[in-house]
């Protein structure tokens, strides 16, 4: 059975940093496609970053610069560093998988198939 647990997330103030982290289990070898999304209150689920199976790695215009995506195949575990950190930023962070393919519709949510519960991040001014 396939499952994704972010951890990392919390309250942080404008300018800060966090580090989130997703686990995934169920697989005995790496995902095609990971990507983080987020979702604040009112607003539709939106793509952060992603990472294929080659190491590409791919941003939302939101986040270039600031945001970090990677993964650790030996821990079975994506990442993403996020700095620089906006009241915009709040929202909760959820990762999402596919075992199949590569990133290329990874803006759409209903591209991937398996998803963690979320983790909040809270950005204060």
């Known amino acids: 059975q396939v499952q994704l647990v972010e951890s990392g997330g919390g309250s942080v103030q404008a300018g800060g940093s966090l580090r989130l982290s997703c686990a995934y289990f169920?697989?005995?070898?790496?995902?095609?496609?990971m990507a983080w999304f987020r979702q604040a209150p009112g607003k539709e689920r939106e793509g952060v970053a992603a990472f294929d199976w080659t190491g590409t790695t791919i941003y939302s215009d939101s986040v270039k610069g600031r945001f970090t995506i990677s993964q650790d195949n030996a821990k079975n575990t994506l990442y993403l560093q996020m700095s620089s950190l906006k009241p915009e930023d709040s929202a909760m962070y959820y990762c999402?998988?596919?075992?199949?393919?590569?990133?290329?519709?990874?803006?759409?949510?209903?591209?991937?198939?398996?998803w963690g519960q979320g983790t909040q991040v809270t950005v204060s001014s």
């Open positions: 169920g697989y005995s070898y790496r995902p095609g496609c």
């Open positions: 999402a998988a596919k075992w199949t393919g590569s990133c290329g519709a990874w803006l759409t949510p209903s591209y991937f198939r398996y």
